[in-house]
């Protein structure tokens, strides 16, 4: 997959229909400066864009594998654009981290994206780990990767509320003791 080249088409398009979203999952972690190797793209996308999305990825030859109401995947047939998954956003808790994403620069500075912050990411990394704790290890590795590497920007508060939220208090608190100030 040609990252650059697919994130270039899919950012003119989503500007051109100004379409709500955040790069999220691996490789907004490379945004962030803790890169990880990953297959595909994921973005979290305002639902009731999702329709204009469907019609920007058909148009680029995409082709819709799976879709729900939370999610929509799809694979081009051209090895070079590869796959690109959506998170549908339409919860409190997903628009609130989508009008939380920041710009960050990727590729060189040539190319400028909207990704989710880090404690955002953390977030969808504790939800990952309470659906298939059987990801812990990988998912629990990202999130210690982020927090040590920002730990001093790091919004405990919005941490602790993912982790409340997906019952995963005692590993928050494992993470506030190695990373926090202890409060």
């Known amino acids: ?29 490379g945004a962030w400066g803790a890169p990880r190797a990953t297959v595909d793209i994921d973005f979290l996308v305002l639902r009731d864009d999702m ?3 469907d019609a920007i990825m058909r148009s680029l030859s995409y082709e819709c594998k799976h879709q729900t ?5 799809y694979v081009s047939p051209l090895q070079i654009f590869g796959e690109v998954d959506f998170l549908h956003a339409f ?3 997903s628009l609130s981290m989508l009008q939380r994403a920041e710009d960050r620069n990727m590729f060189g500075e040539t190319i400028f994206v909207k990704v989710l912050k880090i404690e955002d990411l953390i977030g969808f990394k504790a939800q990952a780990i309470a659906n298939n704790r059987e990801r812990t290890t990988v998912d629990l590795a990202d999130i210690e990767v982020l927090i040590n590497t920002h730990k001093s920007n790091i919004d405990w508060s919005l941490i602790e509320e993912y982790f409340v939220l997906f019952g995963l208090n005692d590993m928050f608190k494992e993470l506030r003791r190695k990373y926090g100030d202890n409060q």
């Open 91 to 93: 919860r409190t808790p």
């Open 51 to 53: 329709e204009k999305v």
């Open 1 to 29: 997959m040609d990252f650059k080249l697919v994130l270039e088409k899919l950012l003119t398009a989503f500007k051109e229909q100004d379409i709500r979203y955040a790069l999220m999952g691996g490789f907004a972690m």
């Open 69 to 73: 109401e939370n999610v929509s995947q």
